[in-house]
């Protein structure tokens, strides 16, 4: 092959209405820059395009995970609040408790927790309260009414068990017993407001 051959471009038909153009180095430069512009210009629309594809996606994607926690926090915030309610009532309660144990137990005290559980019995017979040694001495000492009475023409007895905390009694009868020790009570009235 030789030089002018190389020069030589193989059409497979013949050209028609061929014309030569010959153009100066500034007119090729300002097609070039012409170009680059236009192109430029195709390349920040289709940045912006997707651009904008990706803010909507992402906005979407955005509105879908609101959405989502909107509902796990509407599921979940009626179980924050019972339990919320639960530990205030365990306050309340360890509260109430530490108050009541730490008023000082008088005999009118414990005359008035005897009087409560007799009047929840329901038939009369042999009674008999169980106290803490010291209610019982506390009572002995100040010589109460409660010593003397009777139920059912039966002196009620009264004995020291250590079984029976301060400020509470045991009543047994021969139909059954009255728990009115203050434990008791309060796991009683914590059951209540728990269910």
């Known amino acids: 092959m030789n030089a002018a051959d190389s020069q030589r471009i193989p059409f497979t ?9 010959q153009l100066s180095l500034a007119e090729l430069e300002k097609g070039w820059r012409r170009r680059e512009e236009e192109a430029f210009a195709r390349g920040v629309d289709a940045g912006e395009r997707s651009l904008r594809e990706q803010l909507v996606q992402q906005r979407a994607d955005l509105q879908h995970l ?6 796990q926090l509407s599921a979940t915030l009626p179980q924050v609040v019972r339990e919320c309610e639960q530990t205030l009532i365990s306050i309340a ?5 530490k108050v009541v144990n730490g008023i000082e137990i008088s005999p009118e005290m ?14 009369t017979g042999r009674v008999r309260v169980l106290l803490h ?3 019982l001495a506390l009572i002995e000492s ?3 009414p409660l010593k003397h009475e009777e139920i059912g023409g039966e002196r009620i007895r009264f004995e020291a068990s250590p079984e029976v905390g301060r400020g509470g009694c045991l009543v047994h009868t021969d139909f059954g017993a009255v ?3 203050r434990e008791v009570k309060f796991e009683l009235l914590r059951q209540a407001i728990e269910s």
């Open 13 to 21: 038909e013949a050209l028609r209405e061929v014309r030569v153009v």
């Open 66 to 71: 609101q959405n989502g926690l909107l509902q």
């Open 93 to 97: 309660l360890e509260t109430a408790r």
């Open 110 to 123: 414990v005359e008035a927790a005897v009087r409560d559980a007799l009047a929840s019995l329901e038939q």
């Open 133 to 135: 040694p010291e209610d």
């Open 142 to 144: 100040v010589n109460s």
């Open 179 to 181: 728990d009115a020790r």
